[in-house]
């Protein structure tokens, strides 16, 4: 079955955009102000989504990305807890990463990181704030 959603064998990668609610002011992103507007996103809305894509082309990988998707961290964990047989990756600044976040995708075992960094400490402080 020829499908234009199939992109590589097993299943199609789905970009999710999380509306823009991030902790940090990078002066340089672009998704503030195109991610602002929050409607139409919901934990419902993405489980359609995930539904939807797997009737299609099943097993498929989601990506995260906006704002920062930890903001919405716990969502995150029940999607992926629902979800077991999906992997899920999310690109993230890192700094809403603790301890017990951790240990939880520990046991989920199909959440992945994908960091942004800006080169060197003292460059990546530069654009992000010291710490970030």
Request: hydrophobic share 35%; charged share 25%.
């Amino acid at each position: 079955m020829s499908n234009p959603y199939k992109t590589r064998e097993g299943g199609a990668t789905v970009t999710v955009f999380v509306p823009y609610d991030c902790n940090n002011h990078c002066p340089f992103c672009i998704n503030k102000k195109e991610y602002a507007d929050c409607t139409g996103f919901s934990l419902d809305a993405i489980l359609d989504s995930i539904r939807t894509m797997d009737a299609i082309t099943p097993r498929c990988d989601f990506v995260f990305t906006g704002g920062e998707p930890l903001v919405r961290k716990a969502d995150i964990l029940r999607l992926a807890k629902k979800h077991n047989d999906v992997q899920f990756a999310i690109y993230t600044n890192s700094t809403l990463i603790d301890e017990p976040f951790c240990e939880e995708v520990v046991k989920l075992g199909n959440i992945a990181f994908m960091l942004s960094i800006e080169g060197t400490p003292s460059t990546n402080d530069a654009r992000r704030g010291d710490g970030h």
